[in-house]
C-alpha cells in the first residue's frame, strides 16, 4: 500500500507561483511506475494536469498548463512547480500513483484509473 501526502497548497495572487510536493511512503512506494498531479473544483470532474514516469520521458501536461507548470520528481516525492497562476487555475490539488502502465496510460484515454491518492491540498488564485 502506498500514501500519499501532498502540501504546498495556499492562496496567491494571479501571477504568482507555488510549488506542491507529495510524499510517498508505504510498502513498495519507491517502485510506483508514475506519478500525476490532479484538480478538482465543486461540481466537476477531477482532471489529470501532470504525469511523468519514474523512468522515461512520456511526461503529459494539461494543455492549458504548459509552460507554465513543472512536473518533477526527487526520491520518493513529486513537485509541481505553477507558476504564472491564473484565478482559473484554483483548485483542489490531488497527486495520484501507479503501478501498472494501463492505470499510468488512463489519463490519456480519458478515464484515470489510478489505485493511490492524496489527500488533497487547496490552491486560490484571486485576480
Known amino acids: 500500500q502506498v500514501q500519499l501526502v501532498e502540501s504546498g497548497g495556499g492562496s496567491v495572487q494571479a501571477g504568482g507561483s507555488l510549488n506542491l510536493s507529495c510524499v510517498a511512503s508505504?510498502?513498495?512506494?519507491?517502485?510506483?511506475?508514475?506519478k500525476a498531479w490532479f484538480r478538482q473544483t465543486p461540481g466537476n470532474e477531477r482532471e489529470a494536469i501532470a504525469r511523468?514516469?519514474?523512468?522515461?520521458?512520456k511526461t503529459y501536461y494539461l494543455d492549458s498548463v504548459k509552460g507554465r507548470f513543472t512536473i518533477f520528481q526527487y526520491e520518493n516525492a513529486v513537485y509541481l512547480q505553477m507558476n504564472n497562476l491564473q484565478p482559473e487555475d484554483t483548485a483542489m490539488y490531488y497527486c495520484?500513483?501507479?503501478?501498472?502502465?494501463?492505470?499510468?496510460?488512463?489519463?490519456?484515454?480519458?478515464?484515470?484509473?489510478?489505485?493511490?491518492w492524496g489527500q488533497g491540498t487547496q490552491v486560490t488564485v484571486s485576480s
Open positions: 511523468l514516469f519514474a523512468i522515461g520521458t
Open positions: 508505504g510498502y513498495n512506494s519507491q517502485y510506483t511506475m508514475c
Open positions: 495520484a500513483a501507479g503501478n501498472y502502465l494501463d492505470q499510468c496510460q488512463s489519463i490519456e484515454n480519458g478515464r484515470p484509473n489510478f489505485p493511490y
